[in-house]
């Protein structure tokens, strides 16, 4: 029984570190695609008068 347990907890340990994992890419990825907050500010005419 209790080898049924660490099996069953070492096989949902994996799961979740994958899928902290796969998260963590897709947050990462997501924050790629965004444009950069300060080049928009920038182009559409700041008050700095850059």
Do not use: E, H
Not at 26 to 36: F, Q, T
């Amino acid at each position: 029984m209790a080898t049924a347990y660490f099996l069953t907890a070492a096989i949902v340990c994996v799961w979740a570190y994958t899928q902290a994992r796969a998260a963590a890419r897709n947050i990462r990825i997501a924050r790629d695609s965004l444009p950069c907050p300060l080049d928009i500010s920038n182009k559409a005419g700041s008050p700095s008068g850059k």
